[in-house]
DNA sequence: GTGTGCTGTAACAGACACGTCACCGGGCAG
DNA sequence: CTGCCCGGTGACGTGTCTGTTACAGCACAC
């Protein structure tokens, strides 16, 4: 079970950092978990790139040559909402609440760990990515996490639960489950789950929905002779059922 | 789920802390600084506190007598989206990644000053309060559902309701009440039925639909003597008549 | 009344759609 | 490299649909 999945596409992190060796060593870590990672080593490029390139996630150091982190902080964030995370080998009480009242997020000493840092940025990405980003189209938006009586299905932790148990649902039962309950009380077809999950034509044999569905229903305690949420339409695909 | 208070009001913070002495002092600090704080001491009555009351943000004391506290952020989740806090006097590295991974939002080791938890708590407050509350923003949205005084027809669900009771119709059957409820008030010929439904011509012979229109009939309880919803038209076609 | 169509519908059987098992190939971690 | 897990594929069994057919009743014309 890992944190936070790529679901679209995989989050933009910008790292500004002046020490390259370090910040490689990092980058790669944080590539290798499926985040799309870019460097900055110059503090004054750095509010420049935050602005432009509006990544997901900033990791910002604080000991820059040139401009210090902290201004860089308060120079960028009238431009950018983005969580912010400040790294420091300075670990005084006071710098930190500094950092954190200039509109830094987290505020992590070094040296850090890979892996924490990876879980840090996942815990704020997860956080963030509830709220929906301005900079899409602009239709509307589906939240982050559903409830139908004792089901939840919480897109920001790709989790489910059944009456507080955690369900074990695979990633794509997930997204399917997702899809289905996101489009809860409207019958899909079989041509729509395909293109939403695979992006491909429907070809009228396939039967891997159909699997998937069966693989779904007992795990979230349905009798798929009489279901209680996903309803079968017969010829035409599935219906996630509002009501009870 | 109501989301979050919105930002006059003062913030409610639940503190989950065995050490009174330590959570009252606190406290007190937070008060005084414009939040509005409660204690709960122990773990098991924590989790029920947490799903009713919703607090703005939880703190949450990992070394708890009883329940542990990753296992109240575990057995919380489902039921509450805001912001955690983990308080530790183990600051494992790997303990962090697994509080972050558990769903906490941010893990910070004791002992910590008062200051620096408040401006934690307030880079988080400040983080969350983007977030938009629930938008219930339903607009625009054509139901495709069509009533008849008791007798409602819904196309996302494929689904009819006789004053209330779900009618058990097969998917040929729904189309064809669709199309000719969705076309009340007008004789639809054999010839348009047939293109409508099956693409096809129509070859002056083919009885099916009128044993389709037979086997709707008693379900949406019309007499073939005397229907009052799918007249027949003798020698032209069906009518699904508009009023009662 | 009688005849000629038109319609309602019971009964049937083939087709069809779906659930599910077993299998397999690919990916990823150890 | 090796084993596990995930997810798609093919096959099979089952239950349900749905068109066909046949026959009975009805409507209308004469």
Request: glycine share 8%; aromatic share 4%.
């Amino acid at each position: 079970m890992d944190g936070v999945e790529q679901t679209n596409e995989s989050w933009r992190i910008l790292i500004v950092e002046d020490d390259e060796r370090l910040a490689d060593l990092t980058r790669e870590y944080l590539e290798s978990n499926g985040l799309t990672v870019s460097l900055e080593t110059h503090g004054g490029a750095a509010v420049e790139r935050i602005r432009n390139e509006q990544p997901d996630l900033v990791v910002l150091d604080l000991m820059l040559p040139g401009e210090d982190g902290l201004s860089i902080c308060r120079r960028v964030r009238p431009h950018y909402t983005g969580p912010i995370i400040m790294l420091t080998a300075r670990t005084d009480d006071l710098d930190q609440v500094l950092g954190l009242e200039m509109g830094a997020d987290d505020y992590i000493g070094k040296p850090v760990q890979p892996r924490v840092l990876l879980a840090r940025i996942r815990a704020m990405l997860r956080r963030v990515e509830t709220v929906p980003v301005a900079s899409e189209g602009g239709n509307g938006e589906e939240p982050a996490r559903l409830q139908f009586n004792d089901l939840i299905v919480d897109r920001a932790m790709r989790e489910a639960w059944l009456s507080d148990d955690s369900i074990d649902l695979t990633s794509a039962e997930f997204d399917l489950l997702w899809l289905l309950a996101s489009n809860a009380g409207r019958v899909l077809s079989r041509e729509e789950i395909f293109t939403a999950l695979r992006g491909i034509e429907y070809d009228g044999q396939d039967r891997s929905i159909d699997v998937r569905v069966s693989r779904i229903r007992p795990k979230i305690g349905d009798d798929p002779i009489h279901p209680r949420r996903i309803k079968t339409v017969r010829s035409k695909g599935y219906l996630f059922v509002k009501e009870a």
